[in-house]
Nanobody, 124 residues
Framework: VQLVESGGGLVQAGGSLRLSCAAS????????MGWFRQAPGKEREFVAA????????YYADSVKGRFTVSRDNAKNTLYLQMNSLKPEDTAVYYC??????????????????WGQGTLVTVSS
């Protein structure tokens, strides 16, 4: 499956952005999905994950209550709604697909396919 993120950009602190991850080459409903991010000079970190059906969601403590992960399997698209953005949310955001039967993985090596990333910059 090929994944392409979009929706990144520059936003002021307190603002919102919605990221999208479009899948092609295979139906998205076959995969649990995740969002990760990597800030300059830091390791890639888990942000959020969602089960195949969308019935279960998982969040890093740093984004819980501010970010919402969702999916539209009919559109083969994954979303990340980001509200109340902070400068520390600045990073390249990646979507990833996990072909295992267990959703909610938080380690990047547990995912099989990755997008190229989209940059989110939050100014103070």
């Amino acid at each position: 499956v090929q994944l392409v993120e979009s929706g990144g950009g520059l936003v002021q602190a307190g603002g919102s952005l919605r990221l999208s991850c479009a899948a092609s080459g295979h139906t998205l409903r076959s995969y649990a999905m995740g969002w990760f991010r990597q800030a300059p000079g830091k390791e890639r970190e888990f942000v959020a994950a969602i089960s195949w059906t969308g019935g279960s969601t998982y969040y890093a403590d740093s984004v819980k209550g501010r970010f919402t992960v969702s999916r539209d399997n009919a559109k083969n698209t994954l979303y990340l709604q980001m509200n109340s953005l902070k400068p520390e949310d600045t990073a390249v955001y990646y979507c990833a697909a996990d072909s295992s039967v267990v959703a909610g993985h938080r380690r990047d090596y547990e995912y099989d396919y990755w997008g190229q990333g989209t940059l989110v910059t939050v100014s103070s």
